[in-house]
Structure formats: C-alpha cells, structure tokens
Nanobody, 126 residues
Framework: QVQLVESGGGLVQSGGSLRLSCAASGPPLDAYVMGWFRQASGKEREFLGSIAWSGGLSYYTDSVKDRIAISTDNTRNILHLQMNSLKPDDTATYYC???????????????????WGQGTQVTVSS
C-alpha cells in the first residue's frame, strides 16, 4: 500500500505563493504517476497536474499551468506542488494521489489514482 501525507497548506494572501508537499511511503514508486488535485467546498475534485515518479510525463491542466509546478524529490520520496500568484478561487483542500501507470491510462481522472492522501487545506484571502 502506498501511503501519502500532504503538508504545507495554510492561510495566504492573494498574490502569494505556497509549496505543498506530499510524503510517500510504501513500495517503490518508479512505476507510478503522481497527481495533485483540489476540491473546493461544494465542488467536484479537480485535477491540477501529474508527473511520473521516475521523471517526465508532467502535465498540467490549462486553468493553472502558468501558476503551478510539480516536482519530485526522489531521495526523500516527496512530491511537491509549487503554487504562485494565488487567488481566492484557489481556496480548497489539496490532495496528492498515486496511480500505477499502464498503457492507455488517463492520468487526469480521479479513477486512475488508487492511493490518496488526507488532504491539506489552502485558504487564500483577498
């Protein structure tokens, strides 16, 4: 079982930046794709971006691709989400997730990811 624990959320002013972290443990992640999602109150969970743990295959959704960056620290088994120019609309619970890559996988969908963290709250004040 892959275990994921997010951290780094909090209250930030509009225009500010945050770096979220996701500590991963369990089996080796070389065959996994890691994703970041968020869910605002009353809304569906939204895909933000993904990256192959072994490197490459990074992909960001259009709505945030100019403001976020996803990276992995393979030595410490940590996934990061850097977010810049934050807006009040970015207020949500942010989740990291892991899914084992296979041919034809659609990594933008929640159904691809088998393992999820508990989430970390990000609140952006205006």
């Amino acid at each position: 079982q892959v275990q994921l624990v997010e951290s780094g959320g909090g209250l930030v002013q509009s225009g500010g930046s945050l770096r979220l972290s996701c500590a991963a443990s369990g089996p080796p992640l070389d065959a996994y794709v890691m994703g970041w999602f968020r869910q605002a109150s009353g809304k569906e969970r939204e895909f933000l971006g993904s990256i192959a743990w072994s490197g490459g295959l990074s992909y960001y959704t259009d709505s945030v691709k100019d403001r976020i960056a996803i990276s992995t620290d393979n030595t410490r088994n940590i996934l990061h989400l850097q977010m810049n120019s934050l807006k009040p609309d970015d207020t949500a619970t942010y989740y990291c997730a892991a899914g084992r890559l296979f041919g034809g996988a659609v990594t933008t969908q929640t159904s691809f990811y088998r393992f999820w963290g508990q989430g970390t709250q990000v609140t952006v004040s205006s």
